[in-house]
T-cell receptor, first 115, second 109 residues
Framework: EPEVTQTPSHQVTQMGQEVILRCVPI?????FYWYRQILGQKVEFLVS????????KSEIFDDQFSVERPDGSNFTLKIRSTKLEDSAMYFC?????????????FGQGTRLTVV | AQRVTQPEKLLSVFKGAPVELKCNYS??????LFWYVQYSRQRLQLLLR??SRESIKGFTADLNKGETSFHLKKPFAQEEDSAMYYC???????????FGTGTRLTIIP
C-alpha cells in the first residue's frame, strides 16, 4: 500500500540553524500539507500546497517557514532560523483530491528538537 | 473561527462494553467532520468521515448540527480499539483540518 514517507525520523538542531524536513507524498496525489504537534498539544495545520503554490497557511506559518516541491516527488518544509518553540513533531500529509472529498494520508512524522 | 473540543483526555472502557468518544465543534458554516485514529507506534489515519456515512471497524458517528456534536460510538469495545482518537473538522473550499486535542482510549481486558 502506498505511504507518505518522511525523513529524518528525528532531527536535533541548534537554535538559529536552518532545518529542512523532507517528505515523499503518495505519487498520484495533488494536494500536500504540513502539520505540527507540540508535545502534549493538538495537531495544528501549517500549510497546504496545490498546483505548485501555497493554497492556504496558518498564522504559525510565518516568514521563517517555507515549502517547496523541488522535483516530481519531494515536498519539503524549511525553517530558516529555528527557535526553541519550534520543537515539535512535524507531519506531512497528501491527498488525491483535497481534504473534503478524499482521504488525507499522513506520514509517520519527524520529531524536531531545537536545543 | 473553527474549533473542535474533545472533553475527555483519557477514557477507559471494559472489553465488550459500549464506547462513546465525545466531540463538539464550533463553526458557522457547513462543516465536514472526521475521526482520525493513531494506534501505538503507527501513523495518524482516517477512521471515518461524516460525508461517507459509513461504519468502520464497528464505529459510527452521527453529525448533530443542533448540538454541534460528532460523537464516535461503538456498541462493543474490542482490545484492538485501544488508541488515540482525534476529531477533526474542515469545510468545502478549505484544505485545513482543525483537530481536537484527542482522547486516549484504553480497553480493559
Amino acid at each position: 500500500e502506498p505511504e507518505v514517507t518522511q525523513t529524518p525520523s528525528h532531527q536535533v538542531t541548534q537554535m538559529g540553524q536552518e532545518v529542512i524536513l523532507r517528505c515523499v507524498p503518495i505519487s498520484n496525489h495533488l494536494y500536500f500539507y504540513w502539520y505540527r504537534q507540540i508535545l502534549g498539544q493538538k495537531v495544528e495545520f501549517l500549510v497546504s500546497f496545490y498546483n505548485n503554490e501555497i493554497s492556504e497557511k496558518s498564522e504559525i506559518f510565518d516568514d521563517q517557514f517555507s515549502v517547496e516541491r523541488p522535483d516530481g516527488s519531494n515536498f519539503t518544509l524549511k525553517i530558516r532560523s529555528t527557535k526553541l518553540e519550534d520543537s515539535a513533531m512535524y507531519f506531512c500529509a497528501s491527498s488525491e483530491g483535497g481534504t473534503v472529498n478524499t482521504e488525507a494520508f499522513f506520514g509517520q512524522g519527524t520529531r524536531l528538537t531545537v536545543v | 473561527a473553527q474549533r473542535v473540543t474533545q472533553p475527555e483526555k483519557l477514557l477507559s472502557v471494559f472489553k465488550g462494553a459500549p464506547v462513546e468518544l465525545k466531540c463538539n465543534y464550533s463553526y458557522s458554516g457547513s462543516p465536514e467532520l472526521f475521526w482520525y485514529v493513531q494506534y501505538s507506534r503507527q501513523r495518524l489515519q482516517l477512521l471515518l468521515r461524516h460525508i461517507s456515512r459509513e461504519s468502520i471497524k464497528g464505529f459510527t458517528a452521527d453529525l448533530n448540527k443542533g448540538e454541534t456534536s460528532f460523537h464516535l460510538k461503538k456498541p462493543f469495545a474490542q482490545e484492538e480499539d485501544s488508541a488515540m482518537y482525534y476529531c477533526a473538522l474542515t469545510n468545502f473550499g478549505n484544505e485545513k483540518l482543525t483537530f481536537g486535542t484527542g482522547t486516549r482510549l484504553t480497553i480493559i481486558p
